[in-house]
């Protein structure tokens, strides 16, 4: 009786031991994680003392130039340093898997490992793929004097100072596409920049069937508004348009004969801005009346207007035109000052139009 008993004792202990075994999952090694990632095709340096893997690309990199650029780093690699278990090292060298996007690592090793490609500061393509890389991994790894540079960017483009805008002093390092604002505000957030807001929502806003949308990254993943930011967009749309009706009918209104720059040409001025005036109303020229581009100059449409051969005008506006049976140089200059001057009006009204409160919004920038 106890034979059976006994063979049946073996039979489960051997059936659990076997079922044990089979239902053992082991860890994946360094070595098994190299061997499934894919080497990136610039930053795999065979000399390199540390591999970095990150959704499956690996890259073999310097760890005594990551760790002087990133403090985070420099804790990382300092743990545990010289007790490694032997199954984290795979040619000599750690490995360390990261959770970022293998397209942010590049952006960061763009600078910290220049290749001849990109040697030169001054010749790199800055962009707001690679700045955004900075910025968000900073976030993680405290990138220092790099991130300072990446915000330097992303605040000169994304101006306070009407001035520098209209000029153009703004975008003379970089100009990003009109959609990057939708990442610029994202970045705002996230650095709780809040003077790159206005602006970039001031873009976005002006960016038509484009704005839900967003963009794709290099990676793929797409850059878009949260639903609050696309509220805001939406609601300052409206006000923009709104606002660019009114600078219309306030500018286009003839200012009076004392504007003239000879008593002869105010009755041709007059006739001109109610002309206009209706030019502009059928959406007519390259600023329409019917635009959220609040911001734009009025100028381009006033020049582009001549005036139907059959109407009247004066001998004065045919000897002085400076286009086409134009204002003259008076009228014209008033024209140029006031449009200005009211742009800049909409300009300091858009903080508060997206919700945030900035000190010194529109300040002269101090030279020297």
């Known amino acids: ?113 220049p290749l001849r490609k990109n040697l030169k500061f001054s010749n790199w393509k800055v962009d707001m793929d690679f700045i955004s890389a900075i910025i968000r991994l900073d976030h993680k790894y405290e990138l220092k004097g790099l991130y300072d540079q990446a915000m330097g960017y992303l605040t000169t483009y994304y101006t306070t100072n009407f001035d520098d805008w209209l000029e153009g002093r703004n975008a003379t390092e970089w100009r990003p596409e009109p959609i990057h604002a939708i990442g610029a505000i994202n970045l705002a957030h996230l650095t709780h920049t809040h003077t790159i807001l206005p602006l970039a929502y001031y873009i976005c806003a002006t960016l038509g069937s484009n704005l839900p949308v967003g963009y794709a990254r290099p990676d793929g993943t797409m850059e878009r508004l949260s639903p609050d930011d696309l509220r805001i967009c939406l609601d300052l749309k409206a006000r923009l348009t709104a606002e660019n009706v009114h600078s219309a009918f306030l500018l286009l209104r003839y200012p009076g004969q004392q504007h003239c720059s000879n008593s002869q040409a105010y009755t041709s001025c007059s006739e001109l801005f109610r002309r206009l005036l209706e030019h502009v109303g059928l959406s007519k020229g390259p600023h329409a009346i019917a635009s959220d581009r609040a911001l734009d100059s009025w100028m381009d449409t006033i020049d582009s207007y001549t005036p139907p051969a059959t109407q009247n005008v004066s001998p004065y506006m045919v000897m002085y035109q400076t286009q086409s049976r134009s204002l003259c140089k008076g009228c014209r200059a008033f024209v140029q000052n006031r449009e200005r001057e009211m742009r800049r009006q909409i300009w300091r009204k858009l903080p508060e139009y997206v919700g945030v409160t900035i000190d010194n919004w529109d300040a002269p920038i101090a030279s020297g």
Request: aromatic share 8%; hydrophobic share 35%; proline share 5%.
């Open 1 to 113: 009786m106890e034979e059976p008993h006994r063979k049946r004792l073996r039979t489960d202990a051997t059936t659990s031991a076997s079922t044990s075994q089979a239902g053992l999952v082991r860890s994946p090694t360094a070595a098994d994680i190299v061997r499934a990632a894919k080497r990136d095709d610039d930053y795999w340096f065979e000399d390199g003392n540390i591999i970095l893997v990150s959704e499956n690309v690996s890259f073999k990199v310097y760890r005594g130039l990551l760790a002087e650029h990133s403090s985070v780093f420099r804790s990382m690699l300092d743990v545990g340093q010289g007790t490694q278990n032997p199954a984290d090292i795979v040619d000599g060298c750690p490995v360390v898997p990261l959770y970022d996007s293998p397209n942010d690592l590049r952006g960061l090793f763009r600078i910290i490992f």
